[in-house]
């Protein structure tokens, strides 16, 4: 793979070509006007010969090729030498100056001929000018030299001005350009919600901004898998744990039944719907398990998908609820008292579980001797629970996480959450709200 030229050294090189065919460009084109200058000269020269040579020179007199002032002049160009028409061409265009050089334009010509032809009155003249390389006056060279010392001097300080303007221009871009790059290597979660610096130049400002929605959207999307997955494994504890219990309940009674040979169709029926509880159980902690999950995709959209509704009975999924989460009060000396009522509201099912069952889980779990008082009125769950001598730092891990996921699915339906701890008790209340929801798509579509 061929290695890539930088950016830095391709606007070098760039400007750098640019600059020196530009300095070729004008030195040429200086060396053009300078010959044009000459031959001007040349030219204004050669007509004011000719006014000389007409009034110094009788009229009868200047039918003939005359040498005048180091000119010559005629009527004819047939008159004309044969050593100047092998060189030139009659010029036909009275007042344009014809020129003749051999040899390159940076070397010293041979030959050179000058030759015009100029109307004054009804007559025509052809004035021919062949300066002499023998007599040619050294000032002439000396000007020349000079003169191309002075092109290249001006030329070389044309290219150290513009290599000193390059420098200078890279210096001014290259200074923010390294600066955004530095910044957006060092960026992190931290650094992603603060202020974008100033890099002096708008386009900079505009891809650094760029550059920080582009990748806060990455970290979003991040925070939301990890919060799904934190949530997840805090929610699943309860349907998992359900599962197992009833599974190992299942695998007793299958024991019971092989080793018993009693017949008697009541024992049987006994059994029987011993088992259908169980699987019932075990079925409803499946559905619940999915319900989670759905849920707690949906509460990772940005998009408002609304979840469907229900007819909920609060009494039933209350006292539910406790008793799928009564594992957590084995050997603990806790009283659970329940003072509910019945009562039935238009709720988002899954959530409402969810929030419920948080409250309710964690209340079991970090009682350790007291009671735990559920209280449900007709829009209102509250629990109550002792808390006695228990380390801020494990209340914090444990009341934490599920109540983070409460307190952010009530806020995105609008249901009224509070908690709060006082006199080594610690009080959670939520008061649910009916809400006319629309459903515009199954959850089963959010995953």
Not at 87 to 96: R, S, V
Not at 379 to 391: A, F, M, S, Y
């Amino acid at each position: 793979m061929k290695n890539p030229i930088s950016l830095k050294w391709f606007v070098v090189l760039s400007f750098l070509i640019m600059a020196v065919v530009l300095i070729i460009g004008y030195s040429v084109l200086s060396v053009k006007f300078f010959f044009k200058g000459m031959d001007n000269i040349v030219a204004g020269h050669m007509v004011h010969v000719l006014e000389s040579y007409i009034k110094a020179t009788p009229e009868y007199e200047r039918g003939s090729l005359t040498r005048f002032s180091g000119f010559m002049i005629a009527k004819q160009w047939q008159q004309m030498p044969e050593n100047i028409k092998e060189f030139i061409d009659c010029p036909h265009t009275p007042g344009k100056l014809s020129v003749y050089k051999d040899g390159n334009w940076l070397g010293k010509p041979r030959h050179v001929v000058f030759a015009m032809s100029l109307q004054l009155g009804n007559e025509t003249y052809y004035v021919v000018h062949r300066p002499p390389a023998h007599k040619t006056s050294p000032l002439i060279g000396n000007k020349g030299k000079e003169n191309l010392r002075m092109l290249l001097g001006i030329s070389l300080l044309t290219a150290s001005g513009i290599a000193v303007l390059v420098w200078i221009l890279l210096k001014l871009v290259e200074r923010p350009v390294k600066s955004l790059g530095q910044w957006a290597h060092g960026l992190d979660a931290d650094r992603l919600k603060a202020h974008v610096p100033d890099f002096i130049y708008p386009e900079l400002n505009e891809l650094a901004r760029l550059i920080q929605e582009s990748l806060s959207s990455v970290q979003e999307s991040l925070d939301r898998e990890h919060k799904f997955l934190r949530h997840a494994s805090h929610e699943l504890r309860t349907p998992i744990s359900v599962i197992r219990n009833n599974v190992e309940l299942l695998k007793r009674l299958n024991e019971v039944a092989l080793d018993t040979t009693d017949t008697d169709p009541k024992q049987i029926a006994h059994q029987t719907r011993q088992k259908n509880k169980i699987i019932d159980r075990i079925d409803r902690a499946g559905l619940t398990m999915k319900h989670l999950t759905q849920t707690l995709l949906w509460l990772g959209q940005n998009e408002q998908v609304q979840l469907p509704v229900a007819d909920i009975n609060l009494e039933h999924l209350v006292l539910e609820l406790a008793e799928e989460a009564g594992y957590l009060l084995r050997d603990k000396d806790v009283e659970v008292l329940l003072d509910t009522v019945p009562a039935v509201m238009t709720l988002a099912q899954v959530p409402a579980r969810i929030v419920t069952g948080n409250l309710i889980r964690n209340a079991f779990q970090h009682t350790w001797c007291g009671q735990v008082r559920i209280i449900q009125t007709e829009t209102c769950v509250q629990i109550i629970n002792d808390i006695p001598g228990e380390d801020d730092t494990v209340r914090d891990l444990g009341f934490g996480l599920g109540l983070q996921l409460t307190r952010q699915l009530c806020d995105r339906l609008g249901w009224s959450y509070t908690s709060r701890e006082e006199d080594d008790l610690h009080r959670a209340c939520i008061v649910f709200c009916e809400t006319e929801y629309l459903v515009k798509r199954s959850v089963d579509d959010v995953t």
